[in-house]
Structures are given as C-alpha cells and as structure tokens.
C-alpha cells in the first residue's frame, strides 16, 4: 500500500513547487478518492505526482485516473505530449489509465456518462472560460454528492486552486443547457 514514503509525500504536500499544487496532494490524503479526471494534462508532471501520492492509501487496481488532453492536436506554441507517450509514461503496475483526446466539450460528450462517480476533477490553468463555457453540463453527470471540482487559475501571486462544489457547477450551466443536459440523461 505505501510505496510512497512519508518523506516523499511531506515533501510533495509541503515543499513541491508549484506551491498551489501542496493542497491538492494533501486532499488527496485526507480524502482519499479513488476516481480521479484532469482535463489538460499538460506534460503530466502534476499527474505523475497524484499517482506518486494515491499510492500512499489506494490498494493496487483501485486508483482509476482519467486525463482529458488535446495531445497532438495542441497548438504549435505549445509543449507537446503526443498521447501514444502519455500513456506510456503513465501506465504503471496497480494503476488504470485512460486518456480521452480532444478539447474538454467534446471529450466530455463522448465519456462523461463512463465516468460517473468521479470522486476528484482537476481543471488545469490552461483550459479557458470557454472551453468550459458548453462543457460544464456534462460535470453534473460525473460527479457524487462528495465529488470536489478544483479549477486552478491565474492570480497575482502565480496559480491557485478554487473549489467547487455540485452547486457551483450548476451555476456555470447555462437554463439552455440545463434542459439540453436533462434531456440527454433521460
């Protein structure tokens, strides 16, 4: 269970840098969740951590992590992560990995019903307004009623994490894509 030493998740929940990143990690430990979805991966520095840290409480096979990234299709200013050397990079023994290609909307549209349940969902800085303008109708569908959202976002003293809840998400949802949505669920 705890291939993760103590002092590596101290060091992860109290020292890594980006410093925003320590409060993720120490909610994962506190909470424990199981299911996990980021939309926009980035280079995966951050997920290779969140799996470091699940270890610390998750049993082999039970950590299920989902990732939501353009991968090829990112544009040409940005870092590349083609999705064959995501995988790759993440697979790892007692962990279950699935990547979804494509923008938060049409990711979400494809696979939000596969991942009900998900106990935590992490929005990366990178992903605009809108972007999630049309996708947050589809969040709903994914999570429980002890489901966290955290949206990271720029501030003046670098990135920071705002938690939503099931209401918050509601309040992003458009009355237009409220009756979409309930309707789809039906």
Partial sequence: M?????????????FSKPACERK??????RRKPTRVLEIGIGLAARTLRMID?????????????????????????ADMLPLK????????????VRLIPGDALAAMTRTANSLANTDLIIVD?????????????????M????????????GRGGRFFESL??????????????????VRAA
């Fill in 2 to 14: 705890s291939s993760t030493s103590y002092l590596k998740y101290c060091r992860l929940a109290w």
């Fill in 24 to 29: 993720l990690y120490r909610y994962m430990v």
């Fill in 53 to 77: 840290v699940s270890r610390r409480y998750c049993e082999d096979g039970q950590f299920h992590y989902s990732g939501i990234d353009l991968f090829e299709s990112r544009p040409v200013t």
């Fill in 85 to 96: 050397e995501a995988y790759a990079m993440l697979r790892q023994p007692g962990i279950k």
């Fill in 125 to 141: 800085a990178e992903i605009r307004d809108s972007d999630l303008r049309d996708a947050w109708q589809y969040f709903p569908r």
């Fill in 143 to 154: 999570m429980h009623d002890k489901t966290l959202v955290l949206r990271q976002r720029e």
């Fill in 165 to 182: 809840g099931r209401a918050d998400i509601e309040r992003q949802i458009t009355p237009e894509k409220k009756n979409t949505a309930t």
